[in-house]
T-cell receptor, first 114, second 119 residues
Framework: DTEVTQTPKHLVMGMTNKKSLKCEQH?????MYWYKQKAKKPPELMFV???????INESVPSRFSPECPNSSLLNLHLHALQPEDSALYLC?????????????FGDGTRLSIL | AQKITQTQPGMFVQEKEAVTLDCTYD???????LFWYKQPSSGEMIFLIYQGSYDEQNATEGRYSLNFQKARKSANLVISASQLGDSAMYFC????????????????FGTGTQLKVEL
């Protein structure tokens, strides 16, 4: 079992739907990350939150909206997605103290856009 | 800009044998860190091992060791005594040389090596 929990594990949605992905960690980590991963490709960084503040937005389209309600939770709100947004969405966290601490990943949410 | 290169898209190894997965990197930074992750078909990215650029000893974690050759800019992962459960995608990643405000790090990933362990 991973220490980073992502829900749901699978999500199918239409292009007009609004849904949210949820990520939770209870390791006391202060940095949290969203990645998008297409099949057979490396993860692509989308957003980074450090101490609940958005540190990095890698020019992600506005149809993806991140939210960090508290230090343990990270959400990704989805609206009006495109078929090319179908992918595995991974959440990760790291302590936030010391740049060489590894990121700990969740199992991911497999998202399919119809 | 940093770059990670993994030249082996796929590798096969017999069970109980050792296997080396290649990773070379390109950076002008003096301080950097290298990570290896394993990703089974289930999707989770599992941290395996870390090597800092100033570490004098090669990192080891159980059956995993890192063959770090700084002058050659390579950080190859060695898996000893392969097991069927080692079949997965393996990614090499490098930390970018800046500290995010408030903490955290930004990783550059290689394209990965798909390892299959056979009986």
């Amino acid at each position: 079992d991973t220490e980073v929990t992502q829900t749901p594990k699978h999500l199918v949605m239409g292009m007009t739907n609004k849904k949210s992905l949820k990520c939770e960690q209870h390791m006391g980590h202060r940095a949290m990350y969203w990645y998008k991963q297409k099949a057979k490709k490396p993860p692509e960084l989308m957003f980074v939150y450090s101490y609940e503040k958005l540190s990095i937005n890698e020019s992600v389209p506005s149809r993806f909206s991140p939210e960090c309600p508290n230090s343990s939770l990270l959400n990704l709100h989805l609206h009006a997605l495109q078929p090319e947004d179908s992918a595995l969405y991974l959440c990760a966290s790291s302590p936030g103290q010391g740049e060489d601490q590894p990121q700990h990943f969740g199992d991911g949410t497999r998202l399919s856009i119809l | 800009a940093q770059k990670i290169t993994q030249t082996q898209p796929g590798m096969f190894v017999q069970e109980k044998e050792a296997v080396t997965l290649d990773c070379t990197y390109d950076t002008s930074d003096q301080s950097y860190g290298l990570f290896w992750y394993k990703q089974p078909s289930s999707g989770e990215m599992i941290f395996l091992i870390y090597q800092g650029s100033y570490d004098e000893q090669n990192a080891t974690e159980g059956r995993y060791s890192l063959n770090f050759q700084k002058a050659r800019k390579s950080a190859n992962l060695v898996i000893s005594a392969s097991q069927l459960g080692d079949s997965a995608m393996y990614f090499c990643a490098m930390r970018e040389d800046f500290i995010l405000t408030g903490g955290g790090n930004k990783l550059t990933f290689g394209t990965g090596t798909q390892l299959k362990v056979e009986l």
